[in-house]
């Protein structure tokens, strides 16, 4: 009875919010008592809702996607819980591809600088030709794949070296530049 009296109730004066916008459930009610009482029993029904007095009505609300997913289920609303939960995975979807994008985005970022202050250090020290062999080795990599990363630099070296050892040697080369 509970459960039909809150269906009633949202059939008479609830809403939901759009799916792609924030999550927002609400009746607006006359009185307090309405408001009161239909959060008591939302409340023995498992669900908090909050309480807004406005100047014109009185507002029942639920802002958490969990709880208004359960009162549209407990409400016999399945089509709007779906869409609901089907949002909500659109939306993590799109949150992260976004968050991979710009993680990829500043590794590029960080990676061309790497490779410019690179090729600065070698030419500040006179090219390849005025460093040590193991040095050298680096250096000409560096300066034939400015745009490899450490880990490819090491593989392209001949024999291969690892992507440790490619960023201790262009680290040297960088601080014989600045000496």
Known sequence: CRRAYLRGAFIGSGSLSRPRSAAHLEWRVSSDTAALQLQELAEVEGFT?????TPRYWIVYAKSRETI???LAALGAH????RLEEEGVFAWAREEANRLANADAGNLRRQATASARHTDAIEAVGGPD?????????????????????GELGEAAIPRLTKWVVAARLRRIVLLADR
């Not at 809702?49 to 007095?53: C, K, P, Y």
């Not at 089509?79 to 779906?82: D, K, M, Q």
């Not at 005025?130 to 450490?150: G, I, K, Q, S």
């Open 49 to 53: 809702l909050g309480v807004h007095e």
């Open 79 to 82: 089509g709007a819980e779906l």
């Open 130 to 150: 005025a460093l040590p062999p193991d040095l050298r080795a680096v250096a000409e990599l560096r300066l034939r794949l400015p745009d490899a990363t450490l």
């Open 69 to 71: 997913r359960g009162l």
